[in-house]
């Protein structure tokens, strides 16, 4: 069973930045595309960034385009959101999300969720 474990987030104002981390359990994260999502209170989950198994392509929201940057370390089996010019709108639960395969970027679907992170923008 793959496990994802999330840590990071919190609250900060408005402007502010916040890092987001994302450790897998498997051995074979190398091979694994990752992605986060958020969901906002009464909204559906939404997707914010991708990254592909080596890292070399990368996939962002529209709304987060040029804010948020989302990076990987396969040496330590983790895959990280950068977030900068923080939001009231970017507060929501963040989810990173994996999937064990390297020839569709970005997937269609996701099989393994972390437990959620809860960002919070003051204004």
């Known amino acids: 069973q793959v496990r994802l474990v999330q840590s990071g987030g919190g609250s900060v104002q408005t402007g502010g930045s916040l890092r987001l981390a994302c450790t897998c359990s498997?051995?074979?994260?190398?091979?694994?595309?990752m992605g986060w999502f958020r969901q906002a209170p009464y909204k559906e989950r939404e997707f914010v960034a991708a990254?592909?198994?080596?890292?070399?392509?990368?996939d962002y929201a529209d709304s987060v385009k040029g804010r948020f940057a989302i990076s990987r370390d396969n040496t330590k089996n983790t895959v990280y959101l950068q977030m900068n010019s923080l939001k009231p709108e970017d507060t929501a639960v963040y989810y990173c999300?994996?999937?064990?395969?390297?020839?569709?970027?970005?997937?269609?679907?996701?099989?393994?969720w972390g437990q959620g992170t809860q960002v919070t923008v003051s204004s």
């Open positions: 999300a994996a999937v064990d395969q390297r020839y569709h970027f970005p997937p269609g679907e996701y099989d393994y």
């Open positions: 498997s051995r074979t994260f190398s091979t694994y595309t």
């Open positions: 990254i592909s198994w080596s890292g070399r392509n990368t």
